[in-house]
Every structure is written in structure tokens, then in C-alpha cells.
């Protein structure tokens, strides 16, 4: 979907807002709805870089989600309108957000860590740099335990392994089964002088009003 096709779409969802509000105070009056658990994502606050410091729990959502594409304006709007309503609702809301995903047991890289392509890998980043995951399983046995003591779970909860593995960790585990692939590391560096022109393309060449920050989207945050 392009920017602007997003960015049209969210100005109808947000023109639906009140509408929907009803619509969700109706149901949760007739459900009894106790309490809320909304899953988002990390990706929906602002970055290390804009805070110039480590991010926890406080860190604010970036208000320009859409520079970082679709699915995180999507994460960042759902989770504003479900906090929305859980004041409107008068319903108590916990929030989770998990970071990029990973399932040990099948294992696949995250997409933060780069891109398959035939029979090679395109690695961004610092080898020994670190990147932020969150194993499914962790994920399910925290959501579990706010199922099972609601009252006592945080109000959010940015959700990581700790300590985080490394890019080089994260891509030897993928060669263990997947020796026949090539990798191909691009340096992070490169990565951010490219992202300025990339953005000036989309801009003017592709018409995009919300160009994408490529570096953003493989870029590692820092938490605490």
C-alpha cells in the first residue's frame, strides 16, 4: 500500500473514531467487559536516537508513525484509539508491546535483521551489534500471567529478551539450518547515507508525501 493511500485511510478511520466509540461502549456494556489487554508493538514509540537515551515504559509514541511504513502507523493508531477508549470506556487498559518477534523453536531472522534474496541473505548492520527480540514463547507466559493477576501487571510493558543477542547470533542460528545461504553484510553506515536519498526519491519520483525511513527500519534500539 502506498503512503498516500495510508495516509487517506487513516484520515477516514480517524473520521470513524466517534462512531466506533459508541460501537465499542455498546458492546463492552453488554459483555462486561472487565479489563483489556491491547498487544502493540515497540516500534510505535519514538527512537534511542530522538530521546538521546535508552527506552523504557515512559517513552512517548512517535506522533510521525508513517515515515516508518503502514503495519507501524497501523500498531501506533490502535494502540492511541485503544487508550482512547479505555477512558472513554472507563475500562482498564493494559498495554504490551512486544519487540520484533522470533519463534526459537522454528526459527526464521527477524525482519530488522534484513532480507532473503534467492540464495542470499542481505545482513544489516554491525555484526556484533545488538538487536532487541522477543521469543513467542516469553511473549505467550507474559500475557498468561496479566490473564492470570490482571490488577498486579504493569499498565505497559515493553517486552525484550535479555540480555539482547547479537546480529551475528540472531544470523548463525538461521546458517545452523540454512547452510546453503550466503550473507552479505551491509554496513549500517551506508545504510543511513542511503537513506536520505532514498527518501528524496520517494518523494519526488514516487510522489510519496510520507516517505519511508529505510535505516529506521533496520535499525537497533537500546532499552532499559
Known amino acids: 500500500m502506498e503512503s ?8 477516514t478511520l480517524r473520521a470513524r473514531r466517534e ?13 462486561g467487559v472487565k479489563g483489556v489487554i491491547h498487544v502493540s508493538s ?18 512517548p509514541l512517535d506522533d510521525n508513525s508513517l515515515k516508518r511504513g503502514p503495519y507501524v502507523w ?3 493508531e490502535s494502540e492511541a ?10 475500562v482498564p487498559l493494559k498495554i504490551v ?16 535483521l534484513g532480507r532473503e534474496i534467492g540464495p542470499w541473505f542481505i545482513a544489516m548492520g554491525p555484526k556484533r551489534g545488538a538487536l532487541s ?7 505467550a ?24 543477542p547479537s546480529r551475528l547470533e540472531l544470523m548463525n542460528r538461521y546458517r545452523n539450518d540454512r547452510p546453503d545461504l550466503s550473507v552479505f553484510w551491509f554496513p549500517a553506515w551506508l545504510l543511513r547515507a542511503l537513506s536520505g536519498p532514498a527518501k528524496l526519491i520517494q518523494k519526488y519520483a514516487l510522489g510519496s508525501k510520507a516517505p519511508i525511513d529505510v535505516a529506521a527500519a533496520f535499525a537497533s534500539e537500546k532499552y532499559r
Do not use: W
Open 81 to 90: 484509539l485503544a487508550q482512547q477508549l479505555g477512558r472513554e470506556l472507563n
Open 133 to 139: 527480540v522477543c521469543d513467542v514463547t516469553t511473549a
Open 74 to 76: 497501523g500498531k501506533a
Open 141 to 164: 507466559r507474559v500475557i498468561r500471567s496479566y490473564l492470570q493477576d490482571f490488577a498486579a501487571a504493569p499498565p505497559i510493558l515493553n517486552m525484550v529478551e535479555a540480555p539482547p
Open 42 to 59: 515497540l516500534a510505535v514509540i519514538k527512537t534511542s536516537r530522538e530521546m538521546g537515551r535508552a527506552l523504557d515504559e515512559t517513552t
Open 19 to 31: 462512531k466506533l466509540g459508541l460501537s465499542q461502549r455498546q458492546l463492552a456494556a453488554q459483555a
Open 97 to 112: 508491546r512486544p519487540g520484533p518477534l522470533v519463534d526459537y523453536t522454528a526459527y526464521h531472522p527477524p525482519g530488522r
Open 4 to 11: 498516500g493511500q495510508v495516509k487517506r485511510l487513516g484520515q
